[in-house]
Protein backbone atom coordinates (compact mmCIF):
# COMPACT_ATOMS: atom_id res chain seq x y z
CA UNK A 1 0.00 0.00 0.00
CA UNK A 2 1.35 3.57 -1.05
CA UNK A 3 0.00 6.68 -0.12
CA UNK A 4 1.35 9.15 -2.88
CA UNK A 5 0.45 12.45 -2.91
CA UNK A 6 0.14 13.10 -6.29
CA UNK A 7 -2.69 13.52 -7.88
CA UNK A 8 -4.60 10.18 -9.21
CA UNK A 9 -4.17 10.81 -12.92
CA UNK A 10 -1.29 9.77 -13.22
CA UNK A 11 -0.56 6.23 -14.70
CA UNK A 12 -3.18 3.26 -14.11
CA UNK A 13 -2.12 1.34 -11.64
CA UNK A 14 -0.49 -1.97 -12.34
CA UNK A 15 -2.27 -5.46 -13.23
CA UNK A 16 -4.17 -6.53 -9.57
CA UNK A 17 -3.52 -3.05 -8.24
CA UNK A 18 -6.47 -0.94 -7.24
CA UNK A 19 -6.20 2.76 -6.96
CA UNK A 20 -8.13 4.37 -3.85
CA UNK A 21 -8.24 7.80 -4.48
CA UNK A 22 -10.85 9.22 -1.98
CA UNK A 23 -11.13 11.57 0.84
CA UNK A 24 -12.75 8.99 2.30
CA UNK A 25 -9.60 6.40 2.36
CA UNK A 26 -7.36 9.05 3.86
CA UNK A 27 -9.66 10.20 6.42
CA UNK A 28 -9.96 6.24 7.95
CA UNK A 29 -6.48 6.49 7.86
CA UNK A 30 -5.89 9.35 9.85
CA UNK A 31 -6.42 7.73 13.52
CA UNK A 32 -3.43 6.46 15.18
CA UNK A 33 -5.75 2.88 16.39
CA UNK A 34 -6.61 2.67 12.44
CA UNK A 35 -2.71 2.61 11.30
CA UNK A 36 -2.07 0.44 14.11
CA UNK A 37 -4.89 -2.13 13.02
CA UNK A 38 -3.98 -2.07 9.40
CA UNK A 39 -0.25 -2.61 10.57
CA UNK A 40 -1.65 -5.74 12.44
CA UNK A 41 -3.84 -7.22 9.27
CA UNK A 42 -0.44 -6.26 7.28
CA UNK A 43 2.05 -7.84 9.18
CA UNK A 44 0.28 -11.00 10.59
CA UNK A 45 -3.00 -11.24 8.27
CA UNK A 46 -6.61 -11.92 8.81
CA UNK A 47 -7.88 -10.98 12.24
CA UNK A 48 -11.59 -10.42 14.34
CA UNK A 49 -12.45 -7.78 16.07
CA UNK A 50 -11.88 -9.77 19.49
CA UNK A 51 -7.92 -11.11 18.59
CA UNK A 52 -7.09 -7.70 17.55
CA UNK A 53 -8.39 -6.18 20.76
CA UNK A 54 -6.82 -8.58 22.43
CA UNK A 55 -3.08 -8.00 20.43
CA UNK A 56 -3.95 -4.43 20.48
CA UNK A 57 -5.04 -3.73 24.15
CA UNK A 58 -8.40 -2.26 23.36
CA UNK A 59 -12.18 -3.58 23.40
CA UNK A 60 -13.82 -4.57 20.72
CA UNK A 61 -16.53 -2.49 20.72
CA UNK A 62 -13.62 0.46 19.86
CA UNK A 63 -12.26 -1.88 17.31
CA UNK A 64 -15.61 -2.73 16.20
CA UNK A 65 -16.12 0.63 15.40
CA UNK A 66 -12.41 1.82 14.20
CA UNK A 67 -13.02 -1.73 11.21
CA UNK A 68 -16.16 -0.35 9.52
CA UNK A 69 -14.47 2.86 9.54
CA UNK A 70 -11.57 0.96 7.60
CA UNK A 71 -13.92 -0.87 5.64
CA UNK A 72 -16.17 2.38 4.34
CA UNK A 73 -12.52 3.48 3.09
CA UNK A 74 -12.26 0.74 0.87
CA UNK A 75 -8.82 -0.33 3.05
CA UNK A 76 -10.00 -3.51 4.51
CA UNK A 77 -12.71 -6.40 4.06
CA UNK A 78 -14.19 -8.75 5.36
CA UNK A 79 -13.44 -13.02 4.23
CA UNK A 80 -17.20 -14.07 4.10
CA UNK A 81 -15.65 -17.86 3.57
CA UNK A 82 -14.10 -17.77 7.50
CA UNK A 83 -16.90 -15.45 9.03
CA UNK A 84 -19.31 -16.89 10.77
CA UNK A 85 -22.23 -15.65 13.09
CA UNK A 86 -21.66 -12.70 14.98
CA UNK A 87 -17.78 -12.66 14.07
CA UNK A 88 -16.14 -11.50 10.94
CA UNK A 89 -12.85 -12.04 9.75
CA UNK A 90 -10.78 -8.96 8.33
CA UNK A 91 -8.28 -8.59 6.05
CA UNK A 92 -6.40 -5.83 3.95
CA UNK A 93 -7.41 -5.14 0.91
CA UNK A 94 -3.97 -6.10 -1.11
CA UNK A 95 -3.10 -4.25 -4.44
CA UNK A 96 -3.99 -0.74 -3.31
CA UNK A 97 -2.16 2.34 -4.59
CA UNK A 98 -3.55 4.56 -2.36
CA UNK A 99 -3.35 8.21 -3.98
CA UNK A 100 -4.09 12.07 -2.77
CA UNK A 101 -7.00 13.23 -4.64
CA UNK A 102 -5.13 16.70 -6.23
CA UNK A 103 -4.92 19.42 -3.40
CA UNK A 104 -7.43 22.01 -5.64
CA UNK A 105 -10.21 19.09 -5.55
CA UNK A 106 -10.21 18.38 -1.41
CA UNK A 107 -12.06 20.52 1.17
CA UNK A 108 -9.81 22.08 3.76
CA UNK A 109 -11.75 19.98 5.91
CA UNK A 110 -9.91 17.25 3.96
CA UNK A 111 -6.52 18.75 3.58
CA UNK A 112 -6.67 18.92 7.53
CA UNK A 113 -7.03 15.23 7.60
CA UNK A 114 -4.32 14.81 5.07
CA UNK A 115 -2.03 16.83 7.52
CA UNK A 116 -2.79 14.84 10.12
CA UNK A 117 -2.22 11.40 8.57
CA UNK A 118 1.23 13.48 7.39
CA UNK A 119 1.93 13.85 11.17
CA UNK A 120 1.03 10.14 12.51
CA UNK A 121 2.81 8.77 9.67
CA UNK A 122 6.10 11.14 10.78
CA UNK A 123 6.03 10.36 14.17
CA UNK A 124 6.37 6.61 12.90
CA UNK A 125 9.32 7.26 10.29
CA UNK A 126 10.84 9.19 12.92
CA UNK A 127 10.52 6.04 15.34
CA UNK A 128 11.63 4.07 12.68
CA UNK A 129 14.84 6.18 12.10
CA UNK A 130 15.50 5.91 15.26
CA UNK A 131 14.89 2.03 15.85
CA UNK A 132 17.28 1.24 12.74
CA UNK A 133 20.38 3.63 14.31
CA UNK A 134 19.80 1.71 17.52
CA UNK A 135 19.57 -1.99 16.13
CA UNK A 136 20.96 -2.06 12.59
CA UNK A 137 24.57 -3.45 13.72
CA UNK A 138 22.53 -6.66 15.32
CA UNK A 139 20.17 -7.43 12.69
CA UNK A 140 22.08 -9.65 10.99
CA UNK A 141 21.14 -8.16 7.60
CA UNK A 142 17.61 -7.65 8.21
CA UNK A 143 17.77 -3.65 8.62
CA UNK A 144 19.37 -2.17 5.08
CA UNK A 145 19.29 1.54 4.22
CA UNK A 146 20.48 3.90 1.39
CA UNK A 147 20.88 7.73 1.61
CA UNK A 148 21.58 9.37 -1.88
CA UNK A 149 22.14 12.84 -3.34
CA UNK A 150 21.24 13.29 -6.89
CA UNK A 151 19.93 16.88 -9.17
CA UNK A 152 16.74 15.99 -10.63
CA UNK A 153 14.14 17.95 -12.53
CA UNK A 154 10.57 17.48 -11.22
CA UNK A 155 9.74 15.21 -14.18
CA UNK A 156 12.74 13.02 -13.17
CA UNK A 157 11.91 12.92 -9.37
CA UNK A 158 8.16 11.87 -10.66
CA UNK A 159 9.70 9.08 -12.36
CA UNK A 160 11.66 7.88 -9.73
CA UNK A 161 8.66 7.77 -7.57
CA UNK A 162 6.94 5.76 -9.95
CA UNK A 163 9.79 3.04 -10.99
CA UNK A 164 9.93 2.57 -6.88
CA UNK A 165 6.18 2.40 -6.82
CA UNK A 166 6.86 -0.48 -9.64
CA UNK A 167 9.53 -2.55 -7.49
CA UNK A 168 7.40 -2.14 -4.66
CA UNK A 169 4.84 -3.57 -5.98
CA UNK A 170 7.04 -6.46 -7.72
CA UNK A 171 8.36 -8.07 -4.33
CA UNK A 172 4.55 -7.07 -2.29
CA UNK A 173 3.53 -10.21 -0.52
CA UNK A 174 0.82 -10.23 2.52
CA UNK A 175 1.13 -12.51 5.29
CA UNK A 176 -1.16 -14.84 3.30
CA UNK A 177 1.38 -15.48 0.37
CA UNK A 178 4.86 -14.85 1.96
CA UNK A 179 7.75 -16.98 0.80
CA UNK A 180 9.18 -18.76 3.22
CA UNK A 181 11.85 -17.62 5.76
CA UNK A 182 10.24 -14.17 5.49
CA UNK A 183 9.36 -11.19 8.01
CA UNK A 184 7.29 -8.42 7.62
CA UNK A 185 9.56 -5.25 6.53
CA UNK A 186 8.84 -1.66 7.16
CA UNK A 187 10.15 0.36 3.26
CA UNK A 188 10.61 3.83 3.23
CA UNK A 189 11.47 6.29 0.47
CA UNK A 190 10.85 10.26 0.17
CA UNK A 191 12.67 12.50 -1.64
CA UNK A 192 13.19 16.24 -0.20
CA UNK A 193 14.97 18.74 -2.02
CA UNK A 194 18.71 19.71 -0.08
CA UNK A 195 18.49 23.40 -0.59
Known sequence: MTDDPHSADQDPPAEGHRTVDSPEALKAMAHPLRLRILRHLGTRGPATSTTLAADLGENTGTLSYHLRMLERG??????????????????????????????????????????????????????????????????????????????????????????????????????????????PVLLRWFGVPAD
Not at 77 to 86: L, V
Not at 146 to 167: C, I, M, N, P, W
Open 74 to 183: GLIEDIPERSGGRERWWRGVRGLDIRRPPQEEMTEGERAVGRELDRLRTEEDIQLARRFDAEQAGSEGWMRGSRGLSHLTKEQLDAFHDEYLVLLARYAHGPEDAPEGSR
